[in-house]
């Protein structure tokens, strides 16, 4: 994606000679570096963490010649062109890292997440192909399987041979679950589940392999047996013959052109008296035996559910981390260009001003940056928590993907927006590769879950744990928590606080860390007291009540997300032995933390928690940070460790 030479021939002009002609040299002005506080290469290996090796294997690989960006627009040559990459990508091994040793796998999680996180460097359609096949196909079969099911589909699935989908989401249901309409009911006689689809709304829709590659399908389902209902389960199920065409009782339909990610064949799927075995039942948490009996450990089906839906939760944290990816990208792209585009400047300057110079631009990009760095060392402790949970229910582990999910997709949209506008009409040039960094990841906070209902979601789970913490609690206690936290109102509120404007208390991340937990603790106590009254006094059932508090809920999710990533970017800064990278990192932490604290200074200014001359000093105080983080911007970007070729965009190289 390279910008082609010009050179542009002057006609003659009477007078001169008609050997005049002016040559425009082709590429952009040099990149005004000077010399930064740190190394980046100190900061890459921070970034790449005990995974440098597959993330150096993954950039070897989509650096290869025939990784180059396709620029045409023929969407079958698209698709053609991302299944062969798919296919290279799984020689690597990426497949088989987090699979079973019995199949040869790695059961690396962290290390399998290290590799999905460097391929979102390169073209997104490839990312969300290889998350379907690897992540979502191979990895419920993992999750919520039993040995039966490694064996025959894991191999097979991890080379690239056997393609499949990930059949969940419904025309009528997509976030709800538990109320999908696609029924499998087992029938003694033949020993087999038949699925249907008993609407038009039942069918799966937006399914990732279905038009054209998929040969089988993970589909999730309402289960009947003996007439009774059981609840959603998993059945592999396939849906396509040897030379592609749809098996008998399947109709599949492409769902064509998208608004991004056109190299993943989405579709949809509907089932008519579709017979598969008993043994294709996903059978990890609940089955059915050869009498025709079901069975199951976990007797409460709410339980149940959770439980299964849980395994899949490195779906989130998969799409969190390649928008994260994006994001970098996109301000790697920015941050360079701003450090080589002038325009206007001093009267008698002879040079113009670098756009990375202006303060109203470094505003624009650099809270962003500091976002992008708080979210990576944030999803990296989601990460390593996932692969350490013991077990398949934790609501805390489900609170924080879900919530950082929607942060980190709804950043990505924000930053590459603002990248793009700040590299005006070159942003706009689809070789800049910004346009399609928009496109490809808009469709982010939807996916695996919409945004706004998993930010619920959070506050859900809060709300439930703080009311069963006050439900085991005594009258007396009640009153003393409610004390407690009304004594540290007062002093959050003490003139020593809200009026300390010293740079080195607002940098202080004791401070921040305090009023950031101060707003989020306020925030559920009140949910928690509005609650209570809503259920208790007005008799109203759990769902009025909450869908009577979504805007407090919402807040109180922000606030939890705004608090646990700063608590992560700290913890982080504090490890770090590197001194001049140390003091970097906590001058983009405070950014961070002070940015948050000035984007919601309304709600601390109503609380009490700030006084109006402490809230102009964190402004004032931003306004320094942007202006210290400028020296070193380049190098910030350059410790992503992107490859030129796949950052691509001419503006930035």
Known sequence: MAAKNVTIEQP????????????????????????????????????????????????????????????????????????RWTRQIADTGMGRIFMSRTVGGEEDLPKFMAAFETLAFHDLSLVIKVGVQFGLFAGSIQRLGTNYHHQKYLPDAASGRLLGCFAMTEIGHGSNVQRLETIATYERESDCFVLDSPSFSAGKNYIGNAAQDGKTAIVFAQLEVNGKKHGVHAF?????????????????????????????????????????????????????????????????????????????????????????????????????????????GPPRSREETLLLDYPAHQRRLFPLLANVFALDFALKHLIEQSAKSQ??????????????????????????????????????????????????????????????????LVAKNLLDEFNEKLNGMRPSQITAFIANHALTTIVRRSPAVVLNTLNSHLRDAKFQLDILQFRESSMLLHAGQTFRRLTLRKKLDPFSAFSLMQRELLDLSGAYIDRVVLQQFVKTVEAVTDQPLRVALKRLCDLFALSQIERDKGWFLENGALRTVKSRAITRLVDELCQEVRRDALHYVDGFGIPDSCLAAPIAL
């Open 12 to 83: 003659s002009v009477t007078g001169q000679s008609e050997n005049y002609a002016p040559v425009m040299k082709p590429g952009y002005p040099p990149i005004a570096r000077e010399a930064g506080t740190f190394h980046p290469f100190a900061l890459q290996k921070l970034l790449d963490g005990n995974h440098s090796d597959i993330r150096n294997l993954i950039k070897q690989v989509i650096g290869r010649p025939e990784f180059k960006y396709y620029e045409g627009t023929d969407l079958s040559e698209y698709r053609e062109l991302v299944l």
């Open 236 to 344: 592999v199920v396939p849906i396509r013959d040897q030379e592609g065409r749809p098996l008998p009782g399947v109709t599949i339909q492409d769902n064509g052109l998208k608004m991004g990610l056109n190299g993943v064949d989405n579709g949809g799927i509907w089932f008519r008296h579709v017979r598969v075995p008993r043994v294709e039942l996903l059978n990890r948490f609940a089955d059915v035996t050869e009498d025709g009996q079901y069975r199951t450990e976990i007797q409460n089906p709410a339980a149940r559910f959770f439980t299964m839906i849980g395994t899949l939760l490195s779906g989130r944290i998969s799409i969190a981390t390649s928008a994260n990816s994006g994001a970098k990208s996109a301000l790697t792209i920015a941050i360079r260009y701003g450090a080589r585009r002038r325009q206007f």
């Open 391 to 456: 077990t398949e229910n934790s609501r805390p582990l489900e609170t924080l993907a879900a919530g950082l999910k929607a942060f980190t997709t709804w950043n990505a949209t924000q930053v590459i927006q603002t990248c793009r506008e700040t590299c005006g009409g070159e942003g706009y040039l689809a070789v800049n590769r910004l346009a399609a960094l928009k496109a490809d990841t808009d469709v982010y906070t939807t996916f695996e879950g919409d945004n706004t209902v998993l930010m619920q």
